[in-house]
C-alpha cells in the first residue's frame, strides 16, 4: 500500500513537499518513482529513484526545481517541489516497482494545485 501527503494549493513560485509512506511490501526492493496526471492529460514520469539513493532521473519540464528521495529506514518517499508553475498543477501519484519481480503498486494520488 501506498500513501501520499502533502498536496494543496500553492502560489507560482512557491514551495511544495510531497511524502509517500509504503506498507505491506518491501520497500528497500523497489524503484520508486512520481507520477502526475493534469486534467485531460495522460499519465507522466516525473521523477524516478532506484532501490537505493544513487542515481535519479526527472522530467525536463522539472529538472532543477524537483527533487525525489527516499529513507529506506521509513519506507518513505518524498518529492521537493520548488519554483512551482500554474502548469505544475495534476493529480500526483507514487508508484512502486519491485526490481525483481512486475509487481508494482500505485496510491492515490494527491492534488496539486498552482494558482494565484
Known amino acids: 500500500q501506498l500513501v501520499e501527503s502533502g498536496g494543496g494549493l500553492a502560489q507560482p513560485g512557491g514551495s511544495l513537499r510531497l511524502s509517500c509512506a509504503a506498507s505491506?511490501?518491501?520497500?528497500?526492493?523497489?524503484?520508486m518513482s512520481w507520477y502526475r496526471q493534469a486534467p485531460g492529460k495522460g499519465r507522466e514520469l516525473v521523477a524516478g529513484?532506484?532501490?537505493?539513493?544513487?542515481?535519479?532521473n526527472y522530467a525536463d519540464s522539472v529538472k532543477s526545481r524537483f527533487t525525489i528521495s527516499r529513507d529506506n529506514a521509513k519506507k518513505s518517499v518524498y518529492l521537493q517541489m520548488n519554483s512551482l508553475k500554474p502548469e505544475d498543477t495534476a493529480v500526483y501519484y507514487c508508484?512502486?516497482?519491485?526490481?525483481?519481480?512486475?509487481?508494482?503498486?500505485w496510491g492515490q494520488g494527491t492534488q496539486v494545485t498552482v494558482s494565484s
Open positions: 508508484n512502486a516497482q519491485s526490481r525483481y519481480t512486475a509487481s508494482s503498486y
Open positions: 529513484i532506484p532501490t537505493a539513493a544513487g542515481s535519479t
Open positions: 505491506g511490501f518491501t520497500f528497500s526492493t523497489y524503484a
